[in-house]
């Protein structure tokens, strides 16, 4: 009997079932617009990613099919990390929305693939379960507290376990995170960006009491989250996070921009509030030392946007050292392909805090047939080999591209400030 324990571990299925034969960018609209990668086999195996850019939709697209797609065939699609490093590394130009976006459709492909010729959901690659199922929040908004406070009681209706509050600014016409129609909010409405007005120290006097209301009105129990969306300095942001502690917030997300890590030390010397940032981050290097720091709680880089699975996973793996969670970014800006992914890897990941949920529409739904549910407060991912996700192209074809951007903000008067 020949020993083979020092035999490395082969990918399933032959070099030649894993040959990449084609690859192309489904771009649709089915209420917004989606970029998904679709790669395929030698074997006929098809494995999707998403490469959706929120407002820059069509830059990866075209990063994908004329600088990526070109490189991929005829690679072994069991080379998960060979590749990653390839077109990482390769490219020199590394990091940026653009390229890590584009990196993260192909990462997320080739884990569907190779799960789908082991015959495995995609969790069970990445090491099994370390919980049933994933705690994840919705968003309740409202044009004041009244309205926040009463669709925060539908959500809890629904059996949802945590909650994000947003409500409106008294005196601001529009504001961040609250919709005006039914629904999930988009914020991507227009084809050229809407400028909105913003005003610091009306925002600063009308949230706390908002939480002050929620907690009257439904008690200690459920988890209460509320997102700033980068728009204050570090010390209204430390006085912000002060001003809610008596109300226990699970987070108060990107509390101010994070390009600067060292600015959320001023926000920790004040307040013990939870802090979670990092949806527009792209790489480890962006929340290095926020992390190793212990400067936040949660950390929120999407999938799609910081290189896919093969890259998150070690930001997951980092944080785990020094007691930081994940909160993963999950707005209908991403389509249900990330969903589902993003889900396999909470179910597996360690240190697992939270995850996003809105819902799609149900023309999104439609073209992205997908096996995750939603019980209990908590998202399930399916048993079906990989990631769960597939789509329906000749629906996906009725809904072409649709230009769209997200909108500004200016201040009271006229200086620029971020959305």
């Given at each position: 009997?020949?020993?083979?324990?020092?035999?490395?571990?082969?990918?399933?299925?032959?070099?030649?079932?894993?040959?990449?034969?084609?690859?192309?960018?489904?771009?649709?609209?089915?209420?917004?617009?989606?970029?998904?990668?679709?790669?395929?086999?030698?074997?006929?195996?098809?494995?999707?990613?998403?490469?959706?850019?929120?407002?820059?939709?069509?830059?990866?697209?075209?990063?994908?099919?004329?600088?990526?797609?070109?490189?991929?065939?005829?690679?072994?699609?069991?080379?998960?990390?060979?590749?990653?490093?390839?077109?990482?590394?390769?490219?020199?130009?590394?990091?940026?929305?653009?390229?890590?976006?584009?990196?993260?459709?192909?990462?997320?492909?080739?884990?569907d693939i190779v799960a789908r010729l082991a015959g495995l959901p995609l969790y069970q690659l990445l090491g099994g379960r370390s919980r049933e199922?994933?705690?994840?929040?919705?968003?309740?908004?409202?044009?004041?507290?009244?309205?926040?406070?009463?669709?925060?009681?539908?959500?809890?209706?629904?059996?949802?376990?945590?909650?994000?509050?947003?409500?409106?600014?008294?005196?601001?016409?529009?504001?961040?995170?609250?919709?005006?129609?039914?629904?999930?909010?988009?914020?991507?409405?227009?084809?050229?960006?809407?400028?909105?007005?913003?005003?610091?120290?009306?925002?600063?006097?009308?949230?706390?009491?908002?939480?002050?209301?929620?907690?009257?009105?439904?008690?200690?129990?459920?988890?209460?989250?509320?997102?700033?969306?980068?728009?204050?300095?570090?010390?209204?942001?430390?006085?912000?996070?002060?001003?809610?502690?008596?109300?226990?917030?699970?987070?108060?997300?990107?509390?101010?921009?994070?390009?600067?890590?060292?600015?959320?030390?001023?926000?920790?010397?004040?307040?013990?509030?939870?802090?979670?940032?990092?949806?527009?981050?792209?790489?480890?290097?962006?929340?290095?030392?926020?992390?190793?720091?212990?400067?936040?709680?949660?950390?929120?880089?999407?999938?799609?946007?910081?290189?896919?699975?093969?890259?998150?996973?070690?930001?997951?793996?980092?944080?785990?050292?020094?007691?930081?969670?994940?909160?993963?970014?999950?707005?209908?800006?991403?389509?249900?392909?990330?969903?589902?992914?993003?889900?396999?890897?909470?179910?597996?990941?360690?240190?697992?805090?939270?995850?996003?949920?809105?819902?799609?529409?149900?023309?999104?739904?439609?073209?992205?047939?997908?096996?995750?549910?939603?019980?209990?407060?908590?998202?399930?991912?399916?048993?079906?080999?990989?990631?769960?996700?597939?789509?329906?192209?000749?629906?996906?074809?009725?809904?072409?591209?649709?230009?769209?951007?997200?909108?500004?903000?200016?201040?009271?008067?006229?200086?620029?400030?971020?959305?």
């Amino acid at each position: 009997m020949s020993d083979t324990t020092s035999q490395p571990v082969q990918p399933a299925g032959s070099s030649r079932d894993r040959e990449i034969v084609d690859a192309r960018v489904i771009v649709t609209c089915p209420g917004r617009n989606f970029v998904t990668l679709r790669i395929e086999t030698h074997a006929g195996i098809v494995g999707l990613g998403d490469a959706t850019l929120n407002g820059r939709e069509l830059a990866v697209a075209a990063y994908l099919t004329d600088h990526v797609i070109p490189t991929l065939i005829g690679r072994d699609a069991g080379r998960i990390e060979d590749t990653w490093q390839f077109l990482y590394r390769g490219a020199y130009w590394r990091r940026g929305p653009v390229t890590m976006t584009a990196i993260a459709a192909v990462d997320i492909a080739l884990w569907d693939i190779v799960a789908r010729l082991a015959g495995l959901p995609l969790y069970q690659l990445l090491g099994g379960r370390s919980r049933e199922g994933v705690l994840v929040y919705g968003h309740a908004s409202g044009a004041d507290v009244d309205a926040t406070s009463e669709e925060v009681g539908r959500f809890i209706e629904k059996g949802y376990l945590a909650i994000r509050a947003q409500s409106g600014v008294p005196g601001l016409k529009k504001n961040y995170g609250v919709t005006r129609i039914k629904g999930a909010y988009e914020p991507a409405e227009s084809e050229l960006p809407l400028e909105t007005v913003w005003s610091t120290p009306r925002y600063l006097t009308s949230t706390p009491p908002l939480f002050e209301r929620l907690r009257r009105d439904h008690g200690p129990d459920i988890e209460l989250l509320h997102d700033v969306h980068h728009r204050l300095t570090p010390i209204e942001a430390a006085r912000l996070a002060r001003d809610l502690e008596p109300y226990r917030l699970f987070w108060l997300e990107d509390p101010t921009p994070a390009e600067n890590q060292s600015a959320f030390e001023l926000i920790r010397r004040h307040s013990v509030t939870p802090i979670a940032t990092g949806e527009v981050f792209n790489s480890l290097w962006d929340c290095k030392e926020l992390i190793e720091k212990q400067l936040i709680d949660y950390v929120r880089t999407t999938l799609v946007h910081a290189g896919g699975i093969t890259h998150v996973r070690r930001i997951a793996s980092l944080a785990a050292l020094y007691g930081v969670r994940t909160g993963f970014h999950g707005a209908t800006d991403l389509s249900p392909v990330c969903m589902g992914t993003a889900l396999h890897f909470d179910t597996w990941v360690p240190n697992f805090g939270i995850q996003e949920y809105m819902l799609h529409s149900d023309e999104t739904l439609a073209v992205f047939p997908h096996d995750y549910t939603f019980r209990d407060g908590r998202l399930h991912c399916g048993e079906s080999p990989g990631h769960g996700v597939s789509i329906d192209e000749k629906l996906a074809a009725k809904f072409p591209y649709s230009p769209r951007q997200l909108p500004i903000a200016r201040l009271e008067d006229g200086t620029m400030w971020d959305w």
